[in-house]
């Protein structure tokens, strides 16, 4: 039997990882950090979470001690690190602790498998944010990287360590690049989530209008789901490598309102520019969305575009869900948690 350790097992990736690997087998140890309440709710709505396999251990990313006990105590022969501060948003305000945990955090597991066992193979959860401001697109594995804001460069830092620690010491780190992935699962201050909870709640009463920040900024969209069997494919392959994974099709915030709007069953229209914006029902002149600074970055990321085709010819893996189905999926799941009043 294949042993896994996951971390960060309750976040969105860490949950559907840990689904993927507990279906082809794998005994999964998935750690988590202590805090006052922990909660696991993800990993409870897709049913795993008393799987006789899946083992919940504590570890904070930051403690090196931590991550060599760990190695130490499971016999394990993959690593995935999904573990991070990963709002961009926070890591303007929180930038030392965002290198602390997105930049250094991973170099401690590095360092541990290096100490424990060089023959572990090593995940690094890296990102479309380390191409920050574009150099060219679409973006790929060669394209140049310039992040903006504290979590890209702490991320970058990552990647880097990670390929340094492949070829300095033959160890089996591979590291993703993986563009936005979303899902029902995704948390609810990431913008996608932010729209579609917000739009079940207006549809329901619940709330009267969806505030948002930067309208304009343009992201390659996929399902999380379908990102995570591309992470397995990554440590599955002879050799450590980079990849790119997205898919390769672009809209902006506003367009997503439009189809979780429509979605949820309201018609929209944009009128005013940049912070006087407003999004309207035509048939009630009702704002439904209003554009509020506060929600505005330090610095932007203007538009991201992802080329997969190096993750399609090496692991044969593709998206396949289209955004469309990605936003009523989402929209579907948090009408059906608003209505019970049970929405994380
Ligand atoms: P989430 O924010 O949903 O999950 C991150 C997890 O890391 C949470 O469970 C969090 O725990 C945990 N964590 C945070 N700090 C620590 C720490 N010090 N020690 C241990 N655990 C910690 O992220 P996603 O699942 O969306 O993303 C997974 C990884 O992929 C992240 O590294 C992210 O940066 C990266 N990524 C994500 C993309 C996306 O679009 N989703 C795209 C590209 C990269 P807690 O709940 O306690 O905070
Ligand atoms: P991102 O995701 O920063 O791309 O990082 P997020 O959903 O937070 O923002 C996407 C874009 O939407 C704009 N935006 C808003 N964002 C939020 N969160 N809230 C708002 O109200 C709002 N209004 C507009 C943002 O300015 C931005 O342009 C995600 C994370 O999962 C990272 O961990 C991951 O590495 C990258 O995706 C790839």
Redesign the pocket.
């Known amino acids: 039997m294949k042993t896994a350790i996951i ?9 559907y990882l840990a689904q993927l690997l507990l279906e082809k087998g794998y005994r999964v140890y998935g ?3 202590r ?1 006052s309440s ?2 696991f709710w ?1 990993i409870e709505e897709l049913g795993i979470d008393k799987h006789p396999n899946l083992h919940l251990v504590e ?4 403690d090196m001690s931590s991550s060599i006990r760990l190695m130490q105590n499971v016999g394990v022969s993959e690593i995935y ?7 961009v948003g926070v890591s303007f305000d929180q930038p030392i602790t965002t290198a ?3 930049g250094v ?1 991973p170099v401690n597991l590095l360092e541990a498998i290096r100490i424990v066992n060089p023959k572990i193979r090593y995940y690094q ?5 380390m191409f920050g401001l574009v150099q060219a697109v679409p973006q790929s594995e060669s394209t140049p990287f310039y992040p903006r804001s504290p ?1 890209g460069v702490a ?1 970058l830092y990552a990647h880097w360590m990670t390929v340094n620690y492949r070829e300095s010491y033959d160890i089996f780190a591979s590291s ?7 899902s029902p ?3 609810r201050e ?1 913008v996608t989530r932010k729209i579609t909870d917000s739009f079940a709640k207006i549809k329901l009463g619940l709330l009267d209008v969806l505030e948002l920040g930067n309208l304009d900024a343009k992201r390659d969209w996929g399902f ?1 789901k379908e ?1 995570v069997e591309g992470m397995w494919r990554m440590l599955q392959v002879d050799e450590p490598d980079t990849y790119v994974l997205a898919t390769n099709r672009t809209e902006t915030v506003r367009d997503f309102v439009t189809l979780a709007a429509k979605a949820a069953g309201f018609e929209i229209e944009y009128k005013g520019k940049d912070e006087n914006e407003v999004g309207i029902d035509p048939n009630t002149g009702k704002v439904l969305v209003r554009v509020n600074p506060k929600f505005y970055r330090p610095a932007e990321v203007d538009l991201l575009i992802g080329d997969p085709a190096k993750a399609k010819a090496k692991l044969g893996w593709e998206p396949k869900t289209s955004l469309e189905d990605l936003c009523a999926m989402m929209v579907q799941a948090d009408l059906r948690r608003n209505e019970k009043g049970t929405s994380y």
Do not use: M
Request: net charge negative; aromatic share 12%; charged share 20%.
């Open positions: 971390t960060g097992v309750g976040g969105q990736d860490g949950a750690t988590y950090r805090t922990v909660n993800r570890h904070d990313l930051t690190n999904l573990a991070a501060q990963s709002f602390e945990i997105t955090g959860a890296s990102t479309s944010e979590y991320k993703g690049i993986l563009f936005n992935h979303e699962l995704r948390g990431f999380a990102y």
